[in-house]
């Protein structure tokens, strides 16, 4: 059985992985474009802020431990197209030029995503980078030697991951946001305005509600960033303005895009095609609070579907089980997270949503090292159910709790389920009613009151 | 309606309080044969460790701060005798020393637990300590003044933070336990061991297997310890062997104690008698793994008790639904925390129980803070339910996500779906999976293997 993988980075080796496992006869091919598989893309950022030491270390394994394994692996191979019809791909071989036609049994396309580059961003200019892979990683280490002044564009969590990094090598950063605040794809508006609070405290600039128009360059290099509030010189440019899924190649194979704009599949990771998997940055997956299909593309769940994939591929039988919509991120000493629905995507969904805003400290109020945590709770109002929450605190590690809501939101519990959990206490760790707890009791009011 | 309590800290306050809210025309008095209220007993090693500025910091709420809610608050008052069949309680004023008769309609017993003095601890040497409340702690405090050796009897978490803090302070510190190794009724033997290293890494002396004998002392002032395994030089000894519930006024009032020797009672926290009920740390629980009584006196619990048990005095109905046996604890830089049972618990119980010890990392592996961290999860081998988890790590804080655990066990989830967990992942917070997440794939491919 001939296994064929497009991509080599967390779906396509995780799925490499399983299939060898599950059925050690198979053929698992694995086909990427790039030079590099298996590497922590999460890591980017912080190879550049030097909390990792080289863009080597975020490499889980080499190719030559893949194929240790038994797994081929084919490096700057690109799969251009598809005929599943014939059950074949054509691979293009980037040294070489050539392209070949080769079978496959069961493929796997995990093709992730791509950078968003806008057009005013479709530069030869020097100096303008995006960050997805090592080799963006790499260039944008090299700009950063001379440069002085760095325009971000774009305020999500890469966006601000990277504020602290260049601002910490002794960069002046200026990040630049279309929309009213940073984090709005993650947090509701309150909540936003604490993590800006914590990226202006530390000396970076932001501007929110501002559009870039174009780059100006002098001398083959960026200079400065043209926006319809003024220019901001700059010497580097980094272009976050999302991602976009790779699905050219399954539209090609004739899979069918769900509505998100990502490849969609069943629970088995199967597309509309017969014997075509997709998983990873560039597939749908469920979301168990809202049963909707969504695209949140994120390491554990690409992880998550390739696993799934590979088993299936190979001939076992897994599920993938959805998500809950879990992310978190740290700038500076501050930590983000959220899972679940925001009070305002509940909104958005037409579900009658109700959340307490608590603040608290993360550890005993007396203890040397505690810092303010701040909870919002949103829960169903006329069931109870919870349906999300979302924390930010000056110690970063402290939002991790997030978590505990996380596994709530798996088996559809209320906010009195939240508040009877035996969370474990003591001062240097958290309140004798950790602040999830002072959170649920007061939702679980709020909810008493309105149904009097 | 007059409610009366006896025992004015975390149960007996959160009772009054909850009372008042419940029932706001109530009577609520609160009788404390001690000198403070409302204070995080949790706190009090943190206090001579420097991480909390005074012991007045531990304070919650004054007695002032009681009265002015409507709670009447009688200090270095002391319950001596109920009749339940009067509804009467005798209550002694030690400043007065006048005793008199007082009637209620609702009473709770909160008198807590008290520090267990061997025979050989009941002395009157100067410098010999146990550490329960603020009066012990300023005692301490004022022992450490001159000080510059320490014995600690026992190695539970009381003693094992006081190790750190007098370590801290400069003195040389050697910890005494009779048992086979320290944190013994908390971990399983090898995390127990790893608890060890680090006091030994951090230069406290662990004595396992070693028994005291007596004290002996100098000018009416301690001056060391003999063991059957010698003498040990000591200016300051604690003992921190356990506790022991007090439950002679319960005993008085004619309620069942239960088996654990702690008072027995309903989940409205009502004892055998009508009228009469009981909360905190000198009361049972229901542990919800095991279904069985248990004695596991913890601040939270003891809080949430007391909540229980006010509303159910003033006419409201609560129920407490029991613990699943949460405990944290962090020396030097080292956390430990453990829930549900620990596999010696389990077999102890009878229970088929399989274990799983997994090492990664609390962050990314490639991340410059991360550090090793131990997971032993714990599961029913034919049902794969969770049964517990167990979890040690040199960032105290990294522990903390036990508490996922404990939600799972609340819900009598499996480790299948603690596996399907959607949980936060950036690599300043975890590993893609998080070792949770390893643990429970590791679990459920032992589970699978042995039922093959």
Known sequence: MRIVIVGGVAAGMSAASRAMRQNPEADVVVYERGEYI??????????????????????????????ARGIGVRLRHEVTGVDAGASTITVVDHASGR???????????????????????QTELGGVHVLRDIPDGQAIEASLQKAKR????????????????????GLSVVVVEKGPEVAGRMLDRDYQR???AELEGNGVEIRCGTTVESLTGKGGHVTGVQTDHGLIRADVVIVAVGVRPNVGLARAAGARIGKTGAVAVNIRQETSVEGVYSAGDNTESTHRVTRRRVHIPLGLTANRMGRVAGVNMAGGDATFPGVVGSSIFKTFALGAARTGLTQSEADALGLKAVSVDVSSTDHAG?????KPIYVRLTAERVTGRLLGAQLVCNNHESVKRVDVIAALLHGRGKVQDLFEMDLS??????????VLLVAADRLSREIGKKQE
């Open 38 to 67: 298996s590497y922590g893309a999460c890591g980017l950022p912080y190879v550049l802020g030097g909390d990792v030491d080289s863009f080597g270390d975020l490499i889980a394994r080499t190719p030559d431990q893949m194929r």
């Open 366 to 370: 007396y203890y040397a090292t505690a």
């Open 150 to 169: 760095a325009v971000i564009v774009g305020g999500g969590y890469i966006g601000l991951e990277l504020a602290e990094t260049l601002h910490c090598r």
């Open 425 to 434: 206490y003591a001062p240097p760790f958290s309140g004798v009613w950790d």
């Open 194 to 196: 604490r993590v800006r």
């Open 99 to 121: 392209s070949a036609v080769e079978p496959y049994d069961k493929l796997l396309i995990a093709t992730g995503v791509s950078a968003i580059r806008p057009d005013w961003a």
